[in-house]
Nanobody, 123 residues
Framework: QVQLVESGGGLVQPGGSLRLSCAAS????????MGWYRQAPGKQRELVAT???????NYADSLKGRFTITRGNAKNTVLLQMNSLKPEDTAVYYC?????????????????WGQGTQVTVSS
């Protein structure tokens, strides 16, 4: 099984920066897609950003330009650099990953989720 562990969350003032990291363990295969979701109090969970094994990235429109997702140096790791943080960025941030397997007749996807790390932006 794959276990995703997030780190780097904490308290930061508006305008500050944080870098989140996620590391996968318990797997010998590559994770095709890794990324981040977040869930703020009273709101639905939303996608933040994703990155494929080939380096293609996607961001939520409202976050593009402030957040940057990258692959870490270690295999199956991902980083999220968050700049110019706003109070509305306060949320629990969840790492996730997708493994895609293919056969001559079908394609299967397997999803994995971390436990989350709290990010609080406040004065």
């Amino acid at each position: 099984q794959v276990q995703l562990v997030e780190s780097g969350g904490g308290l930061v003032q508006p305008g500050g920066s944080l870098r989140l990291s996620c590391a996968a363990s318990g797997t010998i295969f590559s994770l095709d897609v890794m990324g981040w979701y977040r869930q703020a109090p009273g709101k639905q969970r939303e996608l933040v950003a994703t990155i494929s094994s080939g380096g293609s990235t996607n961001y939520a429109d409202s976050l593009k330009g402030r957040f940057t997702i990258t692959r870490g140096n270690a295999k199956n790791t991902v980083l999220l650099q968050m700049n110019s943080l706003k109070p509305e960025d306060t949320a629990v941030y969840y790492c996730y990953a997708i493994r895609i397997t293919t056969t001559p007749t079908e394609k299967n996807e397997y999803d994995f989720w971390g436990q989350g790390t709290q990010v609080t932006v406040s004065s």
